[in-house]
């Protein structure tokens, strides 16, 4: 499952075009909103974690996921479906395999997005 996860695409930039009719402003206004947020959602996620209460971590790992699937960020939200799953599982091991996992993959998808849709900032 996690090699299945790591070998998702991190940005289909084509299924976002198509999903929002080939507008690139608004492409780049989405990807400037997760920039922006990314670093808010991955600390809030992070003190829920670390915490422990799997109900707030699956509440904040949905969260990411439906940001990630908006922006068509799929290895964002296949990550973030594996911790709200495990959330729901009580499963602490794979809660902590996602963690891992998420600070790479959105680092990475931050340099995408910049690369692909606003190679100005790049």
């Known amino acids: 499952m996690i090699r299945t996860i790591v070998e998702k695409p991190v ?3 084509e299924d976002l075009m198509e999903r929002l009719d080939h507008d690139h402003f608004l492409a ?3 990807a400037k909103l997760f ?3 990314a670093e808010t959602r991955l600390a809030s996620l992070g ?3 670390d915490s422990g209460a799997t109900e707030k971590i699956e509440n904040e790992a949905h969260s990411l996921k439906g940001a990630a699937s908006n ?3 799929e290895k964002v939200r296949a990550i973030a479906s594996l911790i709200e799953t495990a959330a729901k599982n009580n499963d602490m091991e794979n809660i902590m395999t996602g963690k ?3 600070i790479p993959a959105i680092d990475e ?3 995408v997005l910049k690369f ?4 100005e900032t790049s």
């Open 11 to 13: 940005f289909n930039r």
């Open 28 to 30: 780049v206004e989405l």
């Open 35 to 37: 920039i922006i947020d």
């Open 47 to 49: 003190k829920v974690i």
């Open 71 to 73: 922006l068509a960020a």
């Open 100 to 102: 891992k996992l998420l």
């Open 109 to 111: 998808l931050i340099d």
């Open 116 to 119: 692909q849709l606003m190679p």
